[in-house]
Structure formats: structure tokens, C-alpha cells
């Protein structure tokens, strides 16, 4: 919640503009000679002002236009006014940027300034003190709000138009907003605790999958840093292309930033990992996968005593491997990540028979211990300590 923004003052003046939204289109009848008619303006008039409130549009002494439609247009803009108030308003609460709404509220309050001077040889209060106080939010905010003097025309119905579909998308972004929030919790709480079985991190999957169907972009920093810390241990997603989407966001922003992903793999090292570096110490190791991580390559080239570490990257929706490139005589051992080639595996296994390569397929991160712990299981098999055959993690779908 932003402690700068004036909550009490701002519902005040969406009352006082709905207020002056009925006396409006009361007025824009014009019946001067029905009693009823003067009676209902002057109940208006005297409730208006024991509330404080100059409903001028109702005075025994004002003198409506000619054309008693302006006042039915005036009704329309203290309507959307009154609107672009509360939207605000509900913004804050949200701790929500407030550029765009200070900036609708601001530009459509003027707009209404410029219609009360086509019907009234005064300025309207409550217009009047509901600028001064944007103008002074937006101070205290340190926000530049383009928009908030007096038009120089007179407001248009297409203007009109045009605000109140952006007051209505602005109402739907903050419902989106409020259901981000909603999401981000029910996420950082399935975290709370270290996902072990299928059902915790299908929770897992299943609160990102919210969060990208609610619009939330797959490069979301919030998204982003609430997986971090399990991101190399989140198992391959099946068919779950939302999942996907997440996971090739943060291994790009991994690859560009090393800094972080330096500090991802910062476990003790098992007992696994000597025992696996006495099966690749001294190879030349072609990795296929995701995104170059010049951090995690490193890790991985003295932590297994490797000779060297060839990276190849795939893309998503690549139909080869191009194994041109790399003669695979010239390993000793391939390593084959799921996440980001699992649709190339048939091609990695027939190369990798026919050179006799032996092929190690990753179901999850770059991790050294959880690496260790497949090529143990499925290189070694039941001859490492009792061990048994090759094991891929269970998949999220």
C-alpha cells in the first residue's frame, strides 16, 4: 500500500462527483414549470450542501444552456471522473505502478474542467481541489503526470468513449495484478520447503502455470526469483510447454548473467561426484542443451576433472542435432539435458550407438551432485555400489 496516496480523500471525491453526476442529469430535464421537477432540484440542492457540496447545477439562480445536452455530456464526465478516481484509488492499494492511473485520472478530471466551462461561468470545486490534489501526489511521488491541464477544445463523446475503455482495461490489469499477487504466494509458499515428491512440485508447476495463464510474462523478475533457488532441481515438464516457456526464460537470463548463476550450485559436493569423476576424469564431454553457461561449464569441467566440456546448444522446436559439428569419436561421454533437447533424444541415442558413446540423459538442471548421480546410475548401473539400471526422475506435466 503507497502511504503517500490520500485513500479518505479520493473516495470523497468519487462521492462527491457521482453526487453531482445525478444532479446533473436531474438538471439536463429542464423543466422549469413543474413543481416536481423544481421541488426534487431543490432537495438535491439542500442535501448537496449539508454535505458540503456546491451543487451549482441545481441553484434556483443558474442559468442552464440553450442546448440541455451539455448537461447530460457534463453527467457523463463527472461519471468517468468519479471512476478514474476509485481506479486510482484501488492502484495504490495494490502498490501497483501509478503513472498510467494517475495519468488517466489526471487527463480525464481536466477534461471535465474544460466541459463545466462550456455550461458554467465558474469553475466546479471539487474538480478544482481534485487537481490540486493529483498534482500534488504526483509531486510527493516524484512522478511526471503529463496531461493534467485543461484541454484546449471542448471534450468530445469519442474522448469520452476512448477514457472509459481505458478505465475498464484498467480494471481488468488490476484484477490480473491482484490474482499475480494471489499466485506469487501460493508459490513462495509451495518453496517454503525443498519440493521432494511428484505431487509437491506438480504444486509447484501448477502456481506457475497460473501465473502465465493470468498473463504474467514467462521473464517475470518476481517469477524468476521465487524459482531460482530450485531451478536446477525442477524435473523435466513433459508436455507442459508453460512450464517450458519459464524454464528457457531463466536459463537465457542465466546464461547472460553469470553472477547468478554462480551462486546456484552451492551445495557440499556428494560422495557421488568423486566416484563420477573417476568414470569422466581426463574425457572431452559434449553436453547437449539449453543456453551456453560459461559459469556452470566451468564448474562442471573441474569438478569432474574433465579434459574439456563441449557446449551445444538446441533450440526448442529444432528438428537435428548438428553433430557435424562435433565428431562424437571425440568423446568419451555425452551428456543429453532433457529439459531443453528431450525431443532429440532418439537422434542422440542412434549416434551415440553407433559410435558407442555412452549417453547420460539429465531430466533436470546443471547441478554437479544430481549429474554425478545419473552418470553413476546409468553409466556405472548395478556394478556402483549396488546401484541398479538407469533411472530418469518422474516427469511434471
Known amino acids: 500500500m503507497n502511504s503517500l496516496f490520500p485513500f479518505d480523500e479520493l473516495k470523497t471525491f468519487e462521492t462527491r462527483l457521482l453526487h453531482k453526476t445525478q444532479a446533473c442529469r436531474h438538471a439536463a430535464e429542464g423543466k422549469k414549470d413543474d413543481a416536481f421537477f423544481i421541488g426534487e432540484k431543490h432537495t438535491l440542492f439542500t442535501k448537496g450542501k449539508q454535505k458540503g457540496m456546491n451543487l451549482w447545477m441545481c441553484r434556483y439562480d443558474y442559468e442552464p444552456p440553450t442546448d440541455l445536452s451539455l448537461l447530460s455530456q457534463l453527467a457523463d464526465w463527472f461519471d468517468a471522473t468519479a471512476h478514474a478516481a476509485r481506479l486510482l484509488s484501488e492502484a495504490a492499494v495494490q502498490a501497483t505502478n501509478l503513472l498510467p492511473y494517475l495519468q488517466l485520472a489526471g487527463t480525464v478530471n481536466a477534461h471535465l474542467g474544460a466541459m463545466v466551462a462550456a455550461v458554467y461561468n465558474r469553475r466546479d470545486a471539487d474538480q478544482v481541489e481534485l487537481h490540486h490534489s493529483l498534482v500534488e501526489l504526483a509531486k510527493k511521488a516524484r512522478i511526471f503526470v503529463p496531461g493534467l491541464t485543461i484541454p484546449e477544445q471542448t471534450p468530445t463523446e469519442e474522448n469520452l468513449i476512448r477514457f472509459l475503455d481505458q478505465i475498464e482495461q484498467g480494471q481488468k490489469r488490476l484484477e490480473a495484478d491482484s490474482s499475480t499477487h ?162 532429440l533424444l532418439d537422434q542422440a541415442k542412434e549416434f551415440c550407438e553407433r559410435t558407442h558413446t555412452p549417453l547420460v540423459l539429465l531430466p533436470a538442471g546443471y547441478n554437479m551432485n544430481q549429474i554425478a548421480d545419473q552418470i553413476l546410475r546409468q553409466i556405472a548401473g548395478s556394478d556402483c555400489e549396488g546401484r541398479q539400471s538407469a533411472r530418469i526422475p518422474f516427469t511434471v506435466s
Open 182 to 343: 494471489l499466485n506469487l504466494h501460493l508459490l513462495n509458499r509451495a518453496l517454503k520447503h525443498f519440493p521432494e515428491s511428484e505431487e509437491q512440485w506438480k504444486q509447484v508447476t501448477d502456481q506457475v502455470s497460473a501465473l502465465i495463464q493470468n498473463g504474467t510474462k514467462p521473464n517475470n523478475a518476481q517469477l524468476r526469483k521465487a524459482l531460482l533457488p530450485v531451478f536446477e532441481f525442477i524435473p523435466m515438464t513433459g508436455k507442459n510447454t508453460v512450464i517450458d516457456s519459464v524454464i528457457q526464460e531463466i536459463d537465457l537470463y542465466l546464461s547472460q548473467n553469470p553472477a547468478a548463476d554462480a551462486v546456484l550450485d552451492n551445495e557440499p559436493v556428494s560422495p557421488d561426484v568423486p566416484k563420477a569423476r573417476q568414470l569422466l576424469g581426463g574425457q572431452r564431454i559434449l553436453l547437449i542443451g539449453g543456453q551456453q553457461r560459461s559459469t556452470s561449464q566451468k564448474r562442471l569441467i573441474k569438478g569432474f576433472a574433465l579434459k574439456d566440456l563441449v557446449w551445444l546448444t538446441v533450440k526448442p522446436k529444432q528438428a537435428l542435432i548438428p553433430f557435424t559439428k562435433a565428431n562424437l569419436k571425440d568423446y568419451g561421454t555425452v551428456l543429453l539435458s532433457l529439459r531443453f533437447a528431450g525431443h
